[in-house]
DNA sequence: GTGCTTGCAAAGCTTTTGCATCGTC
DNA sequence: GACGATGCAAAAGCTTTGCAAGCAC
C-alpha cells in the first residue's frame, strides 16, 4: 500500500500538486476500501476519523483531482450518487460491475470482457474507443440461493 | 407511432394507470426524439411546446412512472443529470451507448453485443443477468477526420 | 364522493463556488 | 511575499415532496 501511495504522490508532483495531509486521508481510505465503491460523502466520513477538520469540499476537490489524473475512476450507478473507484495498479481499461436489483450488492469483475467486442465497435463504427463502462443488472448468487430456500 | 403510444395506453392501463393529456404529450415527445436522450428538463420544455400549463413536477413524475414500467429507461453519461431512453419495440434488452469525448455526441447501437458476455458472467459469476449498461467513451468517426484534416 | 393526477412552491440532495485564511517554498 | 490548498458557508443545480385543487368514474 505504501508502494501506491508513493506511486501516487510521484503522479501529483508530475504534474506539480502536492500530496497534502487532507489529499493522503484521502487516498488511504480509497486504498483501504479499495473495492467499496464509495461516495464522495462516505469518503469524507472515513476521512474524518483520521482527519477530524478536513471539509467536504477538499474531499470534492481531491476526487476530482485523483480522477483528472485517472487514478480514481467516477462511476455513477443511477442512484444519483457518484462512487470513486481506485484503478487497479498498471489496467488500461475501468473493470465491470454486477450490481444486484434484490439486495444492492456490488461485485467487480476485473477480467478483460470487451476486447472483442471494442475491436467490432472500433472496425465497424469506427469510434476510436479510449474508455467504457459496463454494469450488470440482475441477481447475485447469494440472493439466488436465498430465493430457491425460501420457496422450498 | 399512434401504434406505439396505443401499446403504450394499453401497459400503463394494464396496471390501472391512465393515459392522462400530459402523460400523453410527455410520450409523444420521447417519441419524436427516439434517438437523443433527452434529459427532464429537455422533456419538459419540449411538452410545453404542446401543453403549456404542464408542471415539472408532472414531467419527473411521468418519467419515473415509465421508467418502473419499462416502457423507458433511464441513462446517466455521468454529467449529474439523467437521461430517458425510449425502449425499441419488444427490445429485450438496453441498447449500447457510443460517447464522444471531444464533441459530446451520443451514438446508439442497438445490435446485441454482449450475447457472449452474458452467458460468461451467467456461468461464472453465477450472477443471473437481468439488464446491463454499457457505454464506450472515446472519439467518434467525425471528430477522427477533423482531427485529420487540422494538422495536414 | 373516492381516489388518482396535477401544478405550484417548498424542500432535499449532492456538488460546486466564493472568499478569507493558512502553509509552504 | 506569492501561490496553491483548505475550511466554512453560501449557492447552484437536479429531483422529490407536500398540499390544495381538479378530474374521472
Redesign the pocket.
Known amino acids: 500500500m505504501e508502494h501506491r501511495l508513493e506511486q501516487i504522490k510521484k503522479q501529483l508532483h508530475a504534474q506539480?500538486?502536492?500530496l497534502?495531509?487532507?489529499?493522503e486521508a484521502t487516498v488511504r481510505v480509497l486504498l483501504e476500501r479499495e473495492t467499496d465503491h464509495l461516495?464522495?460523502?462516505d469518503v469524507y466520513l472515513l476521512v474524518k476519523e483520521k482527519?477530524p477538520?478536513?471539509?467536504?469540499?477538499?474531499v470534492?476537490?481531491?476526487l476530482?483531482l485523483l480522477s483528472e489524473l485517472k487514478i480514481v475512476d467516477r462511476i455513477n450507478f443511477g442512484d444519483?450518487?457518484?462512487r470513486y473507484d481506485l484503478r487497479k495498479e498498471g489496467a488500461e481499461h475501468f473493470h465491470h460491475h454486477l450490481v444486484c436489483t434484490e439486495c444492492g450488492a456490488v461485485e467487480e469483475i476485473t477480467d478483460d470482457l470487451l476486447g472483442d467486442v471494442e475491436k467490432l465497435v472500433e472496425n465497424h463504427w469506427h469510434f476510436q474507443v479510449k474508455d467504457h463502462r459496463l454494469t450488470f443488472h440482475g441477481i447475485c448468487k447469494h440472493c439466488q440461493e436465498t430465493a430457491i430456500e425460501s420457496t422450498s
Not at 497534502?20 to 489529499?23: D, K, L, N, V, Y
Not at 477538520?53 to 477538499?58: H, N, V, W
Open positions: 506539480s500538486y502536492k497534502t495531509p487532507q489529499r461516495s464522495a460523502e482527519a477538520e478536513i471539509g467536504l469540499a477538499t470534492y476537490r481531491t476530482e444519483g450518487v457518484s
